[in-house]
């Protein structure tokens, strides 16, 4: 099975920076991978906010775009997310997602990148607190 490991949460007043971090520790059979960052605050849906393409394409939600940046170290087989400028609003449990890209499948870019549902793996989800 895939395994995903997240770190780098905590508490950071508003205006401040925080970089999360998404390990994946095992990949089972696979090579490539979509990879996503999601959050989801208390009595909120849980919410695409950034994703990553094999190939480097990136997607990012309105709420976040210009103050967070999806990046990844295939050498090191680690996501990371980047936030700046952060707000209360951003408080939420941050969860990093993975699919496998399988060869003839369909190509996920643009917005399809946050769509909860074509990913396969999860983290367990980091929590960001942001205080005004």
């Known amino acids: 099975q895939v395994q995903l490991v997240e770190s780098g949460g905590g508490s950071v007043q508003s205006g401040g920076s925080l970089r999360l971090s998404c390990k994946l520790v095992s990949k089972y059979i696979y090579d490539t991978f979509y990879m996503a960052w999601f959050r989801q605050a208390p009595g909120k849906e849980r919410e695409g906010i950034a994703g990553?393409?094999?190939?480097?394409?990136?997607n990012y939600a309105e709420s976040v775009k210009g103050r967070f940046a999806i990046s990844q170290d295939n050498a090191k087989d680690t996501l990371y997310l980047q936030m700046d400028n952060l707000t209360a609003e951003d408080t939420a449990t941050y969860y990093c997602?993975?699919?496998?890209?399988?060869?003839?499948?369909?190509?996920?870019?643009?917005?399809?990148?946050?769509?909860?549902?074509?990913?396969?793996?999860w983290g367990q989800g980091t929590q960001v607190t942001v205080s005004s």
């Open positions: 997602a993975v699919r496998p890209y399988v060869s003839g499948d369909s190509y996920y870019g643009g917005h399809r990148l946050r769509e909860r549902r074509i990913y396969n793996w």
């Open positions: 990553i393409a094999f190939d480097g394409h990136t």
